[in-house]
């Protein structure tokens, strides 16, 4: 490797260095499992870099070479799998899309073995094969981030980017380690020095603004705010304006989803007992709770004064609808502790409903979704779990533990029994 080569790789590195510093940092600030995986997704791509590119060997050149053939035949299917299993979290898959969280799954498994697969095949074959092997993981995961574009999700356009730099990357770092030093032009090295940290940059950046809010979700729940909640949350229109765009992407993506309507029945006691603040304070420790149970890839929103509606835009089988309304449920009847205007801290539990509503495959006007939903959120809340659900074969609204939640193939129904308040 000659001076030229040495100074592009080195100045690589130490951008990909200062990202993994930043979020070690952060780690340290805000400790928490997603952080931990951010840092060792940046370590991981460090030390594939370091790798590949020869500059482990120019910096220590005592290395056994069998033992950095291996290293390299292994770098990339390892750090391609852990990088599937840490963005299935990442994309939620496991909530929204059964294929994603498949895929990823066994891909994270697949790949490291066939990187050790590669160490069976002949010396000037076992790094070509690990090249390609960690390019059809990449590709995978590139598909599966632009399937979650399509989903709605809002990061996965600047993940994907991130990804689709990744190919060259791959390719070029392999293609360094086949030729050794200097067995290619040094505007190969640039760009494919340039790809992986853009690559890694992008995916650092859209790995920290995920976790930064899920953080701030969880800290925030439960902590007194003054803030006005309206303001705080999505308004009805930009709601609706949601809904409207999350049905046009479902028209392509053809993929089921829910709609979530939550009721609160007695603001008028809240307000009495712990006045206009202390009823702010509840609606938004709601609206964090509604948050924290359907992810921070799906918007939540404040529909009209006591109705937060959220929108859960894919989602693995209508049968994970009754999983879904439980949790939400549940979270929603806990005790929640607010200041009066006294300066007293006490605890209220909220009298809520739950109504979940199926977006199937067939389309849906969006006012009758949003209707439907404030319906049985109305009926839950005469039902022990307080949430409830249009169960498609009885054609009532039932508790959503007992509702038959097969596929459901015709449209929604515009009639829904009101239950009085």
């Known amino acids: 490797m000659n001076a030229q080569e040495l100074i592009i790789w080195s100045m690589a590195l130490g951008a990909m260095a200062a990202m993994s510093l930043a979020r070690l940092t952060d780690l340290v600030v805000r400790p928490t499992l997603s952080q931990v995986q951010g840092v060792a997704y940046h370590a991981t791509v460090l030390l594939l870099v370091l790798i590949l590119s020869g500059v482990a060997t120019e910096t220590w050149p005592l290395l056994n070479p069998k033992l950095v053939q291996t290293a390299q035949v292994l770098a990339g299917p390892v750090c391609v799998g852990l990088s599937n299993f840490w963005i299935r979290d990442w994309l939620n898959a496991n909530q929204r899309d059964r294929f994603m969280a498949t895929a990823l799954r066994v891909s994270a498994v697949l790949l490291p073995l066939g990187g050790l697969a590669c160490l069976a095949l002949p010396d000037m074959f076992q790094i070509p094969a690990a090249g390609a092997v960690s390019v059809t993981g990449a590709v995978l995961t590139l598909w599966l981030t632009v399937r979650a574009w399509r989903m709605g999700d809002r990061l996965a356009p600047v993940m994907a980017a991130g990804c689709l730099l990744t190919l060259p990357a791959i390719v070029g770092l392999h ?98 007992q712990a006045g206009t603040a202390g009823m702010s304070e509840v609606f938004i420790c709601i609206a964090r709770r509604i948050q924290r149970q359907v992810g921070v890839v799906n918007p939540v929103g404040r529909y009209c004064d006591n109705c937060f509606v959220t929108l859960v835009e894919t989602i693995q089988s209508p049968a994970w609808l009754r999983t879904l309304g439980l949790r939400v449920a549940t979270s929603l009847r806990r005790p929640i502790g607010v200041m009066t205007a006294t300066g007293q801290r006490i605890e209220l539990t909220a009298d809520v409903g739950v109504g979940v509503v199926h977006l199937s495959r067939a389309p849906a006007a969006v006012e009758d979704i949003l209707d439907e939903a404030q319906h049985v959120a109305q009926a839950a809340r005469g039902m022990r779990s307080r949430a409830a659900i249009f169960d498609p074969c009885s054609g009532e609204v039932v508790p959503v533990e007992q509702a038959r939640l097969g596929p459901r193939r015709h449209g929604y129904r515009q009639l829904v029994p009101r239950v009085p308040s």
């Open 175 to 272: 293609a360094v380690a086949i030729h050794g030093p200097g067995g290619l032009e040094l505007p190969t090295h640039a760009a494919t020095a340039l790809c992986a940290a853009l690559s890694s940059g992008l995916t650092g950046f859209v790995l920290w603004r995920r976790d930064r809010h899920e953080w701030r979700t969880r800290r925030e729940e439960g902590m007194p705010s003054r803030t006005d909640p309206v303001t705080r949350l999505s308004t009805g229109g930009n709601l609706v304006r949601k809904l409207v765009n999350a049905q046009r992407r479902r028209r392509g993506t053809r993929r089921d989803g829910a709609v979530l309507a939550i009721l609160v029945f007695d603001v008028d006691r809240i307000a009495a």
